[in-house]
């Protein structure tokens, strides 16, 4: 595969860090690479591998964005914009890639919109057409005007296949900062941070006050309180480091009066510095940010406010919201007020260890790898049309109009602890795969919940009340069909709800009925909310008021028959179709772990690796599904007699 990123730097070298880190990923993974740098040159940034192609730089003045600024500091003319436009095409056409990659382009860079749009237009008129994918990071700076949001959008729509989300949503969603759209929400993919630095060897204690001011002018003020803090109060270690960005002057006088080897320029090794360090203290930059993840530094952070910047600050604010830094807003930022900071965060407690994915790098590569895989795919056209073929086809299609399906598993009859149950939670802990368990309430033995309470990806559903079948003879079994007086079915339903809470630990509990057999009466369906109930999973049916329905499209086993596997070949036929002609509902896995023989966990096992692994494919938690049917929100059912437990299959 080969990779070619564009990149433009205006501010700092953060842009052009991240993007060498990525293409540093793809050489590593064994792919070519090229770099197209449209900023300063930035010493500190590793190309190990990568090949540079260097424009005339541009840069910009303070925070003046709109104008960039050419080699000779004047604004660049259309002349210099020409001959950058020109190396990119050129090194477009020279190196033939496989995939390009725009790096803020289009959410940002309107500036220099001209060369960006020239590069992929020009990538989409080649034969083959390359995958075109934008790369942002986890906060983007919205314009004001809703019609340049819009702009963006459109652009994304119609020149791009997917956008690199350099994030993990459990701590910075891009809606946080954008005001998404469908079309651009359903091409997003989320990498994880994208960790910059090695893992830091582990010290015996940590020591001193880190300062790291970034690699640009922009870092001045951060800088001269720090050196006045370190001059007031030497005695707590100070070490600071100024960005190669810093003028030599401006840096002399910042350093007049400190000890030998307070101030310097930033170094290569900042990484290790930073883990033996007892704080940090730093503006709060994308990478700046990644290094407190990855080494755990208690932090100060004085996030870069200056022209209206909200970047920085929201990113610092989530930090702190989760016990990982103080900020310290800019316009407050005085010798005193960091000293006051430095205190009070050198004695707050150590915050607990995160489980944010740092992991971007290595998983822009699997993601961009997959994206391309699918669009050789469909460029070769139909192949035989089995039932494999045709499943790949509708992923594939899916995932080349940048909609994600939705994946439940539900699996029903649980009412202990067994090996066939621990078979289960097993392949959803291993393929990350939640699954909503429909317990039977009056079956439920206590080794059932103490199961539950060590598993992970597991909710617990109510599947009736003892899975008993009141179908006169020669009809289809149902326990909740329009057989018995309402009041007796409603009785029975609002027992299942109290005996399950009692049965079932509290946190894994939903209040989603599950009638067995999937058949239930309309007249039941609709006293549902009325008992207590926020959700409902059967197999596809009719909306009910007041509760959120998702149900079981694809059940394996052949109920009627060999009560084995089914045909494969129908069972990923019906997946197929399932996913073409419903694009907003979820497919549904329907599974019976006691009824398992070796075909069918078999087929199961591989149908989790196979769709889980394809980027059209979202693993879908109940929890999350169900909204608040979780049962720590919801009042006990009424009371009513429990009848003994009686299995029918």
Same mark, same amino acid.
């Given at each position: 595969m080969r990779v070619l990123i564009a990149v433009t730097h205006l501010l700092g070298a953060g842009h052009l860090t991240r993007a060498?880190?990525?293409?540093?990923?793809?050489?590593?993974?064994?792919?070519? *690479?090229?770099? %197209?740098?449209?900023?300063?040159?930035?010493?500190?940034?590793?190309?190990?591998g990568v090949h540079l192609v260097q424009l005339p730089p541009l840069h910009i003045a303070g925070t003046a964005f709109g104008t960039p600024l050419g080699p000779d500091g004047e604004p660049a003319d259309a002349a210099l914009l020409a001959s950058r436009r020109a190396l990119m095409i050129e090194a477009?056409?020279?190196?033939?890639?496989?995939?390009? %990659?725009?790096?803020?382009?289009?959410?940002?860079?309107?500036?220099?919109?001209g060369e960006f749009l020239a590069l992929v237009e020009a990538a989409r008129a080649r034969t083959p057409r390359p995958l075109v994918l934008a790369s942002v990071r986890d906060i983007l700076v919205a314009s004001s005007k809703p019609e340049r949001i819009a702009d963006a959008h459109d652009r994304v729509a119609a020149l791009y296949d997917a956008v690199l989300v350099h994030s993990d949503p459990a701590l910075i969603p891009l809606d946080a900062s954008w005001p998404l759209d469908g079309r651009t929400?359903?091409?997003?993919?989320?990498?994880?941070?994208?960790?910059?630095?090695? &893992?830091?060897?582990?010290?015996?204690?940590?020591?001193?006050?880190l300062v790291a001011a970034g690699s640009g002018p922009a870092g001045l003020v951060l800088l001269r309180a720090a050196a006045e803090a370190a001059r007031r109060r030497p005695d707590r270690g100070w070490q600071i480091l100024a960005g190669h960005g810093v003028p030599d002057p401006d840096l002399r006088? %910042?350093?007049?009066?400190?000890?030998?080897?307070?101030?310097?320029?930033?170094?290569?090794?900042? &990484?290790?510095?930073?883990?033996?360090? =007892?704080?940090?203290?730093?503006?709060?930059?994308?990478?700046?940010?990644?290094?407190?993840?990855?080494?755990?530094?208690?932090?100060?952070?004085?996030?870069?406010?200056?022209?209206?910047?909200?970047?920085?600050?929201?990113?610092? +604010?989530?930090?702190?919201a989760r016990g990982l830094a103080h900020v310290l807003p800019e316009?407050?930022?005085?010798?005193?007020?960091?000293?006051?900071?430095?205190?009070?965060?050198?004695?707050?407690?150590?915050?607990?260890?995160?489980?944010?994915?740092?992991?971007?790098?290595?998983?822009?590569v699997e993601i961009t790898a997959a994206l391309l895989d699918i669009r050789r795919r469909i460029s070769r056209g139909p192949a035989a049309q089995?039932?494999?073929?045709?499943?790949?086809?509708?992923?594939? +299609?899916?995932?080349?109009?940048?909609?994600? *399906?939705?994946?439940?598993?539900?699996?029903?009859?649980?009412?202990?602890?067994?090996?066939?149950?621990?078979?289960?939670? =097993?392949?959803?802990?291993?393929?990350?795969?939640?699954?909503?368990?429909?317990? %039977?309430?009056?079956?439920? +033995?206590?080794?059932?919940?103490?199961r539950l309470a060590a598993a992970r990806n597991v909710s617990v559903a109510v599947h009736?009340?003892?899975? &008993?079948?009141?179908?006169?003879?020669?009809?289809?079994?149902?326990?909740?069909?329009?057989?018995?007086?309402?009041?007796?079915?409603? =009785?029975?339903?609002?027992?299942?709800?109290?005996?399950?809470?009692?049965?079932?630990?509290?946190?894994?509990?939903l209040a989603v009925f599950v009638p067995p057999w999937n058949r239930l009466a309309s007249t039941v369906a609709a006293a549902l909310p009325d008992l207590g109930y926020r959700g409902?999973?059967?197999?596809?049916?009719?909306?009910?008021?007041?509760?959120?329905?998702?149900?079981?499209?694809?059940?394996?086993?052949?109920?009627?028959?060999?009560?084995?596997?089914?045909?494969?070949?129908?069972?990923?036929?019906?997946?197929a179709a399932d996913i073409a002609r419903a694009p907003g509902r979820p497919v549904g896995l329907l599974t019976h772990h006691l009824g398992h023989d070796k075909a069918i966990w078999d087929f199961v096992e591989a149908l989790l690796a196979r769709l889980l692994k394809h980027p059209a494919i979202r693993a879908l938690d109940p929890r999350e599904l169900f909204d608040d049917a979780a049962m720590d929100t919801i009042s006990p059912a009424p009371h009513s007699s429990v009848p003994s437990i009686a299995r029918t299959g």
């Open positions: 060498a880190a990525l293409a540093r990923a793809f050489v590593e993974a064994g792919h070519g *690479v090229v770099l %197209i740098s449209g900023g300063v040159p930035a010493p500190m940034v590793r190309l190990d477009l056409a020279a190196f033939r890639p496989d995939v390009v %990659i725009t790096e803020l382009f289009p959410f940002g860079r309107r500036a220099l919109a929400r359903a091409m997003i993919r989320y990498t994880g941070y994208v960790d910059e630095g090695s &893992r830091p060897a582990s010290v015996p204690a940590r020591g001193g006050v006088a %910042i350093g007049q009066g400190l000890a030998e080897g307070v101030l310097s320029r930033a170094r290569p090794d900042y &990484r290790s510095l930073l883990a033996a360090a =007892a704080l940090s203290v730093s503006q709060c930059g994308y990478n700046t940010a990644t290094d407190l993840l990855a080494t755990g530094t208690p932090a100060v952070l004085v996030p870069f406010e200056a022209g209206g910047e909200t970047e920085q600050r929201l990113r610092a +604010e989530r930090l702190a316009a407050d930022l005085s010798a005193d007020t960091l000293l006051r900071a430095v205190a009070a965060r050198s004695v707050a407690p150590t915050p607990d260890a995160h489980s944010f994915d740092l992991g971007g790098a290595r998983r822009s089995n039932g494999s073929d045709l499943l790949d086809s509708a992923l594939d +299609e899916a995932a080349s109009r940048g909609r994600q *399906v939705g994946f439940f598993w539900r699996d029903d009859d649980a009412v202990t602890a067994t090996p066939a149950l621990d078979r289960l939670i =097993a392949l959803a802990e291993a393929h990350a795969a939640p699954v909503l368990l429909a317990a %039977i309430p009056a079956g439920i +033995e206590p080794a059932l919940g103490r009736g009340l003892a899975h &008993r079948n009141h179908a006169p003879a020669g009809e289809k079994p149902a326990e909740f069909g329009a057989h018995r007086p309402l009041a007796e079915l409603v =009785a029975d339903a609002g027992a299942g709800l109290r005996l399950a809470q009692e049965r079932v630990p509290g946190s894994a509990l409902l999973s059967a197999v596809p049916g009719a909306p009910v008021p007041g509760l959120r329905r998702v149900d079981a499209t694809l059940d394996p086993i052949d109920w009627r028959g060999s009560r084995s596997l089914r045909d494969p070949e129908v069972l990923l036929r019906e997946l």
